[in-house]
């Protein structure tokens, strides 16, 4: 723009500093109007700028890791609980349902009461 304007008016200087040269001006007029993404790339292509940085995406390997860490302390109270002994005579049987308790209809379903 500054140099359009010292053609028609070798006098002009412009009112702030410039911030781009010649050639980025003329990538960002041809982007005019196009999708943004298109006019930062654009530079990077064809005036050897470097590339943007990004995120690098995390590796599924650290963070199989990472849930091995998590889970290896876990792992080993369960074990020193195995190994600690505790009540060895459990009866299932206590805690199992007897079939003559749930055959049938529950007791007292059916009867009404007008009280």
């Not at 200087?13 to 980025?24: G, T």
């Not at 060895?88 to 055959?103: F, H, S, T, Y």
Request: with cysteine.
């Amino acid at each position: 723009m500054v140099t359009n304007q010292r053609r028609r008016n070798p006098d002009c200087s412009p009112k702030f500093p410039i911030l781009f040269s010649e050639e980025e001006g003329k990538i960002s007029r041809a982007n005019r109007g196009r999708d943004p993404l298109h006019l930062f790339a654009a530079p990077g292509r064809q005036l050897g700028y470097p590339e943007v940085p990004r995120p690098r995406r995390p590796d599924e390997a650290e963070a199989r890791i990472a849930l091995l860490e998590r889970r290896a302390p876990l792992l080993e109270v369960r074990f020193r609980a195995l190994g600690l002994g505790g009540p060895r005579d459990i009866n299932l049987g206590q805690c199992a349902v007897k079939p003559e308790d749930i055959a049938g209809p529950p007791s007292g379903w059916g009867i009404h009461s007008l009280d």
